[in-house]
């Protein structure tokens, strides 16, 4: 059953503290991609990766921090320096080099108060 | 700026009519795009993926096309069906980026 998934589905966290968050994928695509939705403003690209090892700063990288030690995981680290944590949360993956055509996971919603 | 654009926001249509959808970006220079499905409070879903040298992609009761001259895509979505109420995403890839550049979607209601 190959696929993206997010863990957990909910996540609520106090302000102050650092929350990771999961994606994995069983796809074999090199990259992925995590993006941040609110409400209002469509998707916006936090972090990137295209191999293993690497990963690249997107429109909205401060306060985030990813790595990427295996192809099949990217987490996610939202860290207290970011000022408004609390968002949707979407991880992707894709092909390099291909179409770039690019597939979602189902999400975790994120609330810090 | 690669910018992609749609508009309106949201609308809705009565059960049974033919649905159109526009996305508008601002580069000739577009590698793909890509229409996407999402339901509320999920991931997206893909549905149809055209590349910069077709003209149009079809998958069931969806027709996607695609013109790079006037910047534009449009989704038509045959005999709408209330299963068919969601929000509605373009992204592009334009050359040189290998990144997918969103729209804020427009969100669909078929009223039975």
């Known amino acids: 059953d190959g696929g993206i998934t997010q863990s957990p589905k909910y996540l609520f966290r106090k302000e102050g503290q650092n929350v990771t968050l999961s994606c994995e994928q069983n796809l074999n695509h090199d990259a992925m991609y995590w993006y941040r939705q609110d409400p209002g403003q469509g998707l916006r690209l936090i972090y990137y990766?295209?191999?293993?090892?690497?990963?690249q700063k997107g429109d909205i990288a401060e306060g985030y921090s990813v790595s990427r030690e295996k192809k099949e995981s990217f987490p996610l680290t939202v860290t207290s320096a970011q000022k408004n944590p609390t968002a949707f949360y979407l991880c992707?993956?894709?092909?390099?080099?291909?179409?770039?055509?690019?597939?979602f996971g189902p999400g975790t919603r994120l609330t810090v108060t | 700026k690669q910018e992609v654009t749609q508009i309106p926001a949201a609308l809705s249509v009565p059960e049974g009519e033919n649905l159109v959808l526009n996305c508008s970006f601002t580069d000739s220079a577009i590698y793909n795009l890509q229409w996407f499905r999402q339901d509320p409070g999920k991931g997206l879903t893909s549905l149809l993926l055209i590349q910069s040298s077709q003209r149009e992609q079809t998958s069931g009761r969806l027709n996607a096309s695609l013109d790079k001259s006037s910047g534009r895509s449009t989704l038509y979505i045959a005999a709408s069906q209330p299963g068919d109420s969601a929000t509605y995403l373009c992204?592009?890839?334009?050359?040189?980026?290998?990144?997918?550049?969103f729209g804020k979607g427009n969100q669909v209601v078929v009223i039975p």
């Open positions: 990766s295209q191999i293993v090892n690497d990963f």
């Open positions: 992707a993956s894709g092909r390099r080099g291909d179409s770039y055509e690019q597939y």
């Open positions: 992204a592009a890839t334009f050359y040189g980026n290998n990144r997918l550049a």
